[in-house]
């Protein structure tokens, strides 16, 4: 099946750790994304990558960093210096414009201990 | 910056019943408009996309239409089930800023009762 997988489901961190967040996708989509979803507020965008080794930073990027070596994974790591990393992050991607419909993962919980 | 608007943010309606959600935007140099399910705990599905050249797009029973001058949609459910209760989210991709980014609505949380 065609999809994006993204693991842990669930994520704890101690605080001053660095966690990674997985995100796979075998439709052959050319770009990727990391959001974050907080209670009560809209998806925010941390990061994008429309290619294979190139990425730009998205609403929200301090603290977080990404890479794309492979074009059917996009890692997003959590760094310590995230202040409230404590929330549901949402991986996606896309085939290029025009035909840019994005498609998501289920998503990783990450609660900060 | 682009601001993106969903109200009501709850609605509870009777089964049977059909339904509008509402999706404004502040910008309306967009490049296409999206809606999206969300169910609790999960990630998004893709419901309907609408190109800034389209009036609407159909899907079963649903449509979604695209004013983009007054930089409004409607997503409108027939025939609404208890397994369409869900949060509604629409998203806006702008013309500029480079890449395929989208700006999203806080959503509105549809309960469809027996």
């Known amino acids: 099946d065609g999809g994006i997988t993204q693991s842990p489901k669930y994520l704890f961190r101690k605080e001053g750790q660095n966690v990674t967040l997985s995100c796979e996708q075998n439709?052959?989509?050319?770009?990727m994304y990391w959001y974050r979803q907080d209670p009560g507020q809209g998806l925010r965008l941390i990061y994008y990558?429309?290619?294979?080794?190139?990425?730009q930073k998205g609403d929200i990027a301090e603290g977080y960093s990404v890479s794309r070596e492979k074009k059917e994974s996009f890692p997003l790591t959590v760094t310590s210096a995230q202040k409230n990393p404590t929330a549901f992050y949402l991986c996606?991607?896309?085939?290029?414009?025009?035909?840019?419909?994005?498609?998501f993962g289920p998503g990783t919980r990450l609660t900060v201990l | 910056k682009q601001e993106v608007t969903q109200i009501p943010a709850a609605l509870s309606v009777p089964e049977g019943e059909n339904l509008v959600l509402n999706c404004s935007f502040t910008d309306s140099a967009i490049y296409n408009l999206q809606w999206f399910r969300q169910d609790p705990g999960k990630g998004l599905t893709s419901l309907l996309l609408?190109?800034?050249?389209?009036r609407e797009q159909t899907s079963g029973r649903l449509n979604a239409s695209l004013d983009k001058s007054s930089g409004r949609s409607t997503l409108y459910i027939a025939a609404s089930q208890p397994g369409d209760s869900a949060t509604y989210l629409c998203?806006?991709?702008?013309?500029?800023?480079?890449?395929?980014?989208?700006?999203f609505g806080t959503g509105t949380q549809l309960k469809v009762e027996l």
């Open positions: 998203a806006v991709e702008g013309l500029t800023g480079g890449g395929n980014k989208l700006t």
């Open positions: 990558s429309q290619i294979v080794n190139d990425f």
């Open positions: 609408i190109q800034s050249s389209q």
């Open positions: 996606a991607s896309s085939m290029k414009r025009p035909y840019n419909e994005q498609f």
């Open positions: 439709l052959n989509h050319d770009a």
